[in-house]
T-cell receptor, first 116, second 110 residues
Framework: DAGVIQSPRHEVTEMGQEVTLRCKPI?????LFWYRQTMMRGLELLIY????????DSGMPEDRFSAKMPNASFSTLKIQPSEPRDSAVYFC??????????????FGEGSRLTVL | AQSVTQLGSHVSVSEGALVLLRCNYS??????LFWYVQYPNQGLQLLLK??????LVKGINGFEAEFKKSETSFHLTKPSAHMSDAAEYFC????????FGDGTTLTVKP
């Protein structure tokens, strides 16, 4: 079975440019999470969706960040405009949401973003 | 509210020695507990989890963890370290949504 698929794996851009990160969750999973990982701040939850609906976006750092989930098989995280401090690895994770869900997360391999 | 504390951001052991990575949690409701492992340039993957039942949980690659409610702990152990165990390990608690610890980097010396 295919796992969580993220693209691009690596992105290098210049300050001020728009960045779009993409995620395809595992088929049948109803919850999707976006995390950011940095050396300084560790693993931070940015936003999560249940059944395509954003539930908690309190971790989104600024209005420059936005996330969408137009359908059950696709989500995007957009940064506009990007800044050097946004440089990090961004992870998407999915989880089944149903009776008996134990909250286990399935992670993608991450998108490493470098903003110059 | 829930939180996770991993004691020791770096742990170094010799190959063949016991691995012990410490995790303490707080949660207002009975939580589910997890250990994840992250190898360089990869995402996190599940090592083991505790939901209900037996408090000693066995996972992949010879790791196990014991849930101790009275101590609010979920320490990860492996009797004999292997070079391939070198990675970063994250403890997580889920009582509605997942909260991760800061991670512990395990180094295995030959």
């Amino acid at each position: 079975d295919a796992g969580v698929i993220q693209s691009p794996r690596h992105e290098v851009t210049e300050m001020g440019q728009e960045v779009t990160l993409r995620c395809k969750p595992i088929s049948g999973h109803n919850s999707l999470f976006w995390y950011r990982q940095t050396m300084m701040r560790g693993l931070e939850l940015l936003i999560y969706f249940n059944n395509n609906v954003p539930i908690d976006d309190s971790g989104m750092p600024e209005d420059r960040f936005s996330a969408k989930m137009p359908n059950a098989s696709f989500s995007t995280l957009k940064i506009q405009p990007s800044e050097p401090r946004d440089s990090a690895v961004y992870f998407c994770a999915s989880s089944p949401l149903a009776g008996g869900n134990t909250g286990e997360l399935f992670f993608g391999e991450g998108s490493r973003l470098t903003v110059l | 509210a829930q939180s996770v504390t991993q004691l020791g951001s770096h742990v170094s052991v010799s190959e063949g020695a016991l691995v012990l990575l410490r995790c303490n949690y707080s949660s207002s409701v009975p939580p589910y507990l997890f250990w994840y492992v992250q190898y360089p340039n990869q995402g996190l993957q599940l090592l083991l989890k505790y939901t209900t039942g037996a408090t000693l949980v066995k996972g992949i690659n010879g790791f196990e963890a014991e849930f101790k409610k009275s101590e609010t702990s979920f320490h990860l152990t492996k009797p004999s370290a292997h070079m391939s165990d070198a990675a970063e390990y994250f403890c997580a608690v889920n009582a509605g949504k997942s909260t991760f610890g800061d991670g512990t980097t395990l180094t295995v010396k030959p």
